[in-house]
């Protein structure tokens, strides 16, 4: 508490009024969350955070993230979105594409205290929303004397991998229905 008067060029004194004056140095908190499987091959996605101010209040809420092509080597964070009311989230559309994604959220109090950014992710989620490319092939003739038949497939998918390939086939015995 601090007692304010002032003293004008008269010398005339100003009515004495109390002032509170409370300091905040402490910083808030936040974690962000993401529920569901890693990979995603669908946008957006949703990621919420929680953040507490146990003196003067959050005031906002960023959520950073950070890209990578090969889940090796990410690129720097880079701010996504700011929210300024609870509950916090962000509707998040993987703006880099398909790849890996880590995040991180950082609340800032009313004072202007923010959170360091921690030093490891919050959450990390995988975009792919590209279909694997799969063949197959039969070595020989059309017409076959003998069983088994051979047949070799290949798949590929460069961002989250072949996790399984299936064989189909048809039969007909006159090769029309």
Do not use: M
């Amino acid at each position: 508490w601090a007692n304010v008067t002032g003293t004008d060029g008269a010398g005339l004194l100003s009515d004495s009024f109390a002032v509170h004056i409370s300091g905040d140095e402490t910083a808030p908190a936040s974690a962000c969350d993401v529920s569901g499987a890693y990979w995603r091959s669908s946008a957006p996605l949703t990621i919420a955070a929680t953040a507490s101010d146990s003196q003067s209040g959050v005031a906002q809420v960023q959520l950073w993230y950070a890209y990578s092509a090969d889940n090796g080597t990410f690129n720097a964070y880079k701010l996504y979105g700011n929210d300024t009311t609870a509950p916090y989230s962000w509707s998040f559309d993987f703006p880099d594409g398909n790849g890996h994604y880590r995040f991180y959220s950082q609340a800032i109090d009313a004072v202007g205290n923010p959170e360091a950014a921690p030093a490891s992710p919050d959450v990390s989620h995988a975009y792919d929303n590209i279909a694997p490319s799969a063949a197959c092939d039969v070595a020989g003739a059309y017409w076959c004397a003998s069983a088994p038949l051979a047949i070799s497939a290949s798949a590929l998918d460069n961002t989250s991998g072949v996790a399984a390939v299936s064989l189909y086939f048809q039969y007909s015995a006159d090769n029309g229905t």
